[in-house]
């Protein structure tokens, strides 16, 4: 059986109109989002018919509002089974808060914010029922900023000795979220926000991780 899936970064709710807009015209079988404010999500669902999964990074709080911030499994299929794979190095619990003075998605005076590290960085899985017979794992993960040098992306480049701690940390992080996917026994389908481009370590490491049986399919 094909399906239809489709990944995007929706910026919390700066597109949601948008995005509802895009997922009526293509009506996709499942949807993997990042940067998904939880009450957009249910809003997605009850309107367009999705069941869904959710893993929260972040409770983002704006004035006296607030909303959890995270990865998202939307799927016109039944999900059978979701579970969330934490590769960050805090331990669970208290879901880590933000607010837009402590926006941990942008650079200010030339630095990210050492804190972005301190999220719930979660492999979200969702085993769905495609049919009597077939069943698939969907995928997804957003990855923490992680500065490089690469000709054409300037915002990206490393401007200090804090920057290379920082590769040194998402460099870990990768590793853990490699052995998870190496531990899915089902056939997974992986989306991702890597925060990262072709050509890079994180990219290119991810693209030969080998599952049993599967060979990798690599770039051209």
Same mark, same amino acid.
């Given at each position: 059986?094909?399906?239809?899936? $489709?990944? $995007? =970064?929706?910026?919390?709710?700066?597109?949601?109109?948008? &995005?509802?807009?895009?997922?009526?015209?293509?009506?996709?079988?499942?949807?993997?989002?990042?940067? +998904?404010?939880?009450?957009? &999500?249910?809003?997605?669902?009850?309107?367009?018919?999705?069941?869904?999964?959710?893993?929260?990074?972040?409770?983002?709080?704006?004035?006296?509002?607030?909303?959890?911030?995270?990865? /998202?499994?939307?799927? @016109?299929?039944?999900?059978?089974?979701? @579970?969330? %794979?934490? %590769?960050?190095? @805090? +331990? $669970? #619990?208290?879901?880590?808060?933000?607010?837009?003075?402590?926006?941990?998605?942008?650079?200010?005076?030339?630095?990210?914010?050492?804190?972005?590290?301190?999220?719930?960085?979660?492999?979200?899985? +969702? *085993?769905?029922?495609?049919?009597?017979?077939?069943? /698939?794992?969907?995928?997804?993960?957003?990855?923490? /900023?992680?500065?490089?040098?690469?000709? #054409?992306?300037?915002?990206? =480049?490393?401007?200090?000795?804090? =920057?290379?701690?920082?590769?040194?940390?998402? &460099?870990?992080?990768?590793?853990? *979220?490699?052995?998870?996917?190496?531990?899915?026994?089902?056939?997974?389908?992986?989306? +991702?926000?890597?925060?990262?481009?072709? #050509?890079?370590?994180?990219?290119?490491? *991810?693209?030969?991780?080998?599952?049993?049986?599967?060979?990798?399919?690599?770039?051209?």
């Amino acid at each position: 059986m094909t399906f239809n899936i $489709l990944h $995007l =970064n929706v910026e919390r709710s700066k597109h949601i109109e948008t &995005v509802i807009k895009l997922l009526k015209e293509k009506n996709p079988h499942i949807v993997c989002l990042a940067e +998904a404010m939880h009450k957009d &999500v249910q809003k997605i669902s009850l309107e367009l018919g999705y069941e869904f999964s959710f893993a929260p990074l972040v409770l983002f709080k704006d004035g006296l509002e607030s909303d959890q911030e995270g990865s /998202v499994i939307l799927s @016109k299929h039944p999900i059978l089974k979701t @579970k969330k %794979y934490y %590769y960050n190095d @805090k +331990a $669970l #619990g208290k879901i880590p808060s933000s607010t837009i003075e402590e926006d941990n998605l942008t650079v200010k005076s030339g630095k990210r914010p050492e804190n972005r590290f301190l999220e719930n960085y979660t492999l979200l899985t +969702a *085993l769905i029922k495609l049919n009597e017979k077939q069943t /698939v794992t969907i995928s997804t993960t957003h990855f923490p /900023v992680t500065d490089h040098t690469t000709p #054409g992306y300037k915002d990206h =480049n490393i401007k200090s000795l804090q =920057n290379v701690d920082d590769m040194e940390r998402s &460099v870990a992080y990768l590793e853990r *979220l490699i052995n998870i996917i190496r531990s899915l026994t089902e056939p997974v389908v992986f989306t +991702a926000d890597l925060n990262n481009p072709r #050509g890079e370590y994180f990219y290119d490491s *991810l693209a030969r991780v080998t599952l049993p049986g599967i060979e990798p399919e690599l770039p051209a």
